[in-house]
Structure formats: C-alpha cells, structure tokens
T-cell receptor, first 115, second 113 residues
Framework: DAGVIQSPRHEVTEMGQEVTLRCKPISGHDYLFWYRQTMMRGLELLIY????????DSGMPEDRFSAKMPNASFSTLKIQPSEPRDSAVYFC?????????????FGDGTRLSIL | AQSVTQPDIHITVSEGASLELRCNYSYGATPYLFWYVQSPGQGLQLLLK??????LVQGIKGFEAEFKRSQSSFNLRKPSVHWSDAAEYFCAVGSGAARQLTFGSGTQLTVLP
C-alpha cells in the first residue's frame, strides 16, 4: 500500500521566494495533518483538515503560511514570502476516521532550507 | 493543556542490552498514548498505542510499553536491543475530543556494537 507521499523531499530556495510543499494522503483517510520539525521546537502541529476542511490552524506561525486541501487526495502548504527561520523539516500525516486512537501515518517529510 | 516530557535527550546502550525510554504525560482525562520511531531522513512510524484495556501494550519490532496512571508514565521497553533500533523515539499524547497529538521532544537512541 502506498503511504503518505510528500514532494519535494528537499527544497533549497532564497529568502523571499514562494515555497509550496505537497502532500498526498493515504487513500481513504479523511484527516490530514501538517507538522513542522525543528531542533529548537521539536514537532509542532501547524494545521489539520477533516474531509478537506481546515479544522484547526492555530499552529500556523503567521500569515505567510497557508494550507489548502482542494480534494481528498491532495494538500499544499505554502510559505510566501519565505524567511530563513522557516528552515525545517515539514511532515504531512494522515489518519482514518474513528477518533484520536487512530494512528497518524507520516510521510518522509520535506527538508526545507531558506538561504 | 496536555503535555509530554521525555527526560532523556540521548541514551546509549550496547547491542543485546535491555532498553527503557521514559515518557511522562500531563492530561486531565484518560489519555491516548503513542510511541513513534523516526529513522534519519524518514517520517515517524508508529510503534504502539494505548487507549484502554490492558496497561501493557505490545508493539512492532519487539517493543512494549506500560501505562501507569498513578505515575502519569508510559515508558517504552525492549528486552534486547538490535543495532537497527538506533533512531529517535517520540512519545505522544492525544485527546479524545480533538485530533491533535502533542509530542515529546524525543529521545535519541545510540546502539553500540
């Protein structure tokens, strides 16, 4: 079975550029999560969706960050304009319905470096 | 608010030795508890979970964890560590109402030959 697929795996770009991270959740999963992992702050939940609708975006750091889920099989996390402090590994995860005891399945992440 | 503490940032054990990784949580109701493992360059993989029933749960790769409500702990154990177990381990707590997981800061495991 295909897991959560994220692209690109690595992204290096200059400060001020727009960055778009992509995620394809596991088919049939109706929850999708975006996380950011840094040495200083660990793993932080940015936003999550249920049935393509954003449920909680309180973890999104600022207006430069936006996330969309136009359909059940695709989501994007966009940073515009990007800043060096956005450098991190960004993970997407998905889980099926049924309560929080349903485990989240993680993609391999996108390592983002903003120069 | 829920929180998770993993007091050990880094643990080193010899191959074949036993392992215990500590996790303490703070949560007002019955917690949903998880252990994940992250290998370099990869995402997190679920090792095991607890949400009710038997307080000793078995997971993949020979891991187990014990939920102790009186100590607010959910420690991960393995009787004999293999070199391939070297990775970072994360404990997480989830609430029943929300879908959010709160992760600990992780414990990096090094396995000596």
């Amino acid at each position: 079975d295909a897991g959560v697929i994220q692209s690109p795996r690595h992204e290096v770009t200059e400060m001020g550029q727009e960055v778009t991270l992509r995620c394809k959740p596991i088919s049939g999963h109706d929850y999708l999560f975006w996380y950011r992992q840094t040495m200083m702050r660990g793993l932080e939940l940015l936003i999550y969706f249920n049935n393509n609708v954003p449920i909680d975006d309180s973890g999104m750091p600022e207006d430069r960050f936006s996330a969309k889920m136009p359909n059940a099989s695709f989501s994007t996390l966009k940073i515009q304009p990007s800043e060096p402090r956005d450098s991190a590994v960004y993970f997407c995860a998905s889980s099926p319905t049924g309560g929080v005891n349903q485990p989240q399945h993680f993609g391999d992440g996108t390592r983002l470096s903003i120069l | 608010a829920q929180s998770v503490t993993q007091p050990d940032i880094h643990i080193t054990v010899s191959e074949g030795a036993s392992l215990e990784l500590r996790c303490n949580y703070s949560y007002g109701a019955t917690p949903y508890l998880f252990w994940y493992v992250q290998s370099p360059g990869q995402g997190l993989q679920l090792l095991l979970k607890y949400f009710s029933g038997d307080t000793l749960v078995q997971g993949i790769k020979g891991f187990e964890a014990e939920f102790k409500r009186s100590q607010s702990s959910f420690n991960l154990r393995k009787p004999s560590v293999h070199w391939s177990d070297a990775a970072e381990y994360f404990c997480a707590v989830g609430s029943g109402a929300a879908r959010q997981l709160t992760f600990g800061s992780g414990t990096q495991l090094t396995v000596l030959p």
